[in-house]
C-alpha cells in the first residue's frame, strides 16, 4: 500500500498493477474487453443504449451535476454538467447521449461541450467524441479538441467501466495528436468529502495521457452520484469539487 495526499484529502490506495498501454490490436464489446491505446474497437451498435444506468455514471436525462474548479493563478470557474433528452447518432452507428458542459468564468462561458457517450450491454460507459468551443471575452475562438469516433481515425473508450477493479486500465478516448487519455483505477474504497457531502466507497482513478506527459490527475467516483472531485497532482494544480447534483 501506498499513501498519497494532497491538501485536505488522504487517500489509502494499492499499488498500480499493469502497464495499461496498448497500440495495433483490436478489442470487442462482445469480448467484454477495455480498449488501449490506439487499437481499433470494432464495436456493434446493438450492444449499446443511451440509457445510462452505471452507478458510478449515472446519466439519467435530467440530470445535473454543478462543480467548482480552482485553476492555477486563482481562476476560479463554475462547470454545470447536464443529461439532455437528446441523442445523437455517431459515425460509427452508435446511437450516443448527448451531455451539455457549461463552464463559465465571471458569469460568462469560458468552454460549452456536447459530449457523447452510450453503455453498452456489461454495463461499460463509453466516450464516442465531444463538440467543443472555446470561448474568449465572449466570443467562440476555437474548437480544438473536437472528435467523433469514425471520424478521421477517432476511436471511441470507456469512461467508466461496468465493475470497477483496481488495476483496471483503459483508453478513455483516441483521436491521434489531439486526445488521447487513458485511465487506470486505483482503488474502488476510497472516501471523498466535496461541498455537496460526503461519501464511501469511491472510486479513484488516476488519467494520464502521452500528448502531455507530465500532467497526471486524479478522479473519485461516489456512488449513485458520478464524478465528486478531480485534482491535478502533476504538471498542473487545478481542483475540482462537486457543489451540488440534481437527481431525475
Not at 458569469?107 to 456489461?122: F, L
Not at 470497477?164 to 471523498?192: C, H, I, K, N
Amino acid at each position: 500500500m501506498r499513501l498519497v495526499s494532497f491538501p485536505g484529502l488522504v487517500l489509502v490506495v494499492a499499488a498500480a498493477f499493469g502497464s495499461g498501454c496498448g497500440g495495433g490490436g483490436e478489442s470487442t464489446v462482445a469480448a467484454g474487453g477495455l480498449p488501449q491505446g490506439s487499437e481499433q474497437s470494432h464495436v456493434a451498435p446493438a450492444e449499446f443504449t443511451v440509457a445510462i444506468d452505471n452507478p458510478y455514471w449515472p446519466a439519467r436525462p435530467g440530470n445535473r451535476w454543478i462543480y467548482r474548479e480552482n485553476e492555477a493563478g486563482g481562476t476560479v470557474k463554475r462547470d454545470v454538467v447536464t443529461v439532455t433528452g437528446r441523442t445523437k447518432m455517431i459515425a460509427d452507428g452508435v446511437e450516443a447521449r448527448v451531455v451539455h458542459d457549461v463552464a463559465t468564468e465571471h458569469g460568462r462561458p469560458a468552454e460549452v461541450t456536447d459530449d457523447w457517450y452510450a453503455q453498452d450491454s456489461a454495463g461499460n460507459v463509453w466516450y464516442l467524441g465531444e463538440q467543443t468551443t472555446e470561448y474568449k471575452n465572449g466570443r467562440a475562438v476555437s474548437s480544438e479538441g473536437s472528435w467523433e469516433a469514425g471520424v478521421d481515425g477517432a476511436q471511441p473508450g470507456v469512461i467508466m467501466p461496468a465493475r470497477p477493479r483496481t488495476g483496471q486500465a483503459y483508453r478513455q478516448e483516441f483521436y491521434a495528436g489531439e486526445a488521447e487519455d487513458s485511465a487506470r483505477v486505483l482503488s474502488t474504497e476510497e472516501q471523498v468529502q466535496v461541498p455537496f457531502g460526503h461519501f464511501g466507497s469511491a472510486v479513484l482513478t488516476k488519467e494520464t495521457s502521452p500528448l502531455e506527459p507530465r500532467v497526471v490527475e486524479y478522479k473519485l467516483y461516489a456512488p449513485n452520484v458520478g464524478e465528486a472531485m478531480a485534482m491535478d497532482v502533476s504538471g498542473e494544480s487545478d481542483r475540482e469539487e462537486l457543489i451540488s447534483f440534481t437527481r431525475r
